[in-house]
């Protein structure tokens, strides 16, 4: 009898459950096989602000002086002679230890050597000074330098302090 009714139709639905999931896993996949370049850097702690009125120039000794340079060829000079790298560490300390609160080292470096030498050379002058630093406050208050109090590691600093001078020469570099 009643024929003329139509029957209702649904619209066909597509099933995307599973559209996420294969998302996620290829999002995964992508991250774990791409590679990123990590960007090279120093992590330096920049001293605070100095009063004007106390900034002077000082005069330095040649025997107080340190003098560091990476030619464009990156071949390490330590005061005139060739150096290889891993021997700086030992150098840089026995330099410091000699001295004493006068020393200054001077990193000279060319424009066109590379920056792998030019870290290599700060790590190696770094470490140089973590160990006399650790060796000064072994032997003043009987613990590393880690374990010291401020006022303690203010003393060792004040014993030890990091007299590093970098030289750049406007006329062989960019100028900028």
Do not use: W
Not at 7 to 28: C, E, H, N, W, Y
Not at 126 to 155: I, M, W
Request: aromatic residues 6%; contains cysteine; proline residues 5%.
């Amino acid at each position: 009898m009643f024929r003329n009714q139509r029957k209702q139709r649904s619209v066909p639905g597509l099933d995307t459950t599973s559209t996420a999931d294969i998302s996620f896993m290829l999002l995964i996949f992508f991250l774990l096989v791409s590679s990123m370049d990590t960007d090279k850097g120093l992590v330096r702690q920049l001293p605070a602000p100095e009063n004007p009125k106390e900034i002077r120039e000082a005069e330095v000794q040649k025997g107080d002086l340190l003098k560091i340079n990476i030619t464009s060829d990156n071949q390490l000079l330590v005061n005139g002679k060739a150096l290889p790298a891993n021997r700086l560490h030992q150098q840089v300390e026995e330099h410091v230890n000699r001295v004493g609160r006068r020393h200054v080292i001077s990193i000279d470096a060319d424009p066109a050597s590379s920056y792998h030498v030019y870290f290599q050379v700060q790590d190696e002058i770094a470490a140089a000074y973590k160990d006399v630093r650790n060796k000064t406050a072994q032997k003043k208050y009987g613990r590393p330098f880690a374990q010291l109090s401020l006022d303690e590691k203010k003393a060792v600093r004040d014993l030890c302090p990091q007299r590093i001078a970098e030289v750049y020469d406007h006329e062989k570099g960019d100028g900028q």
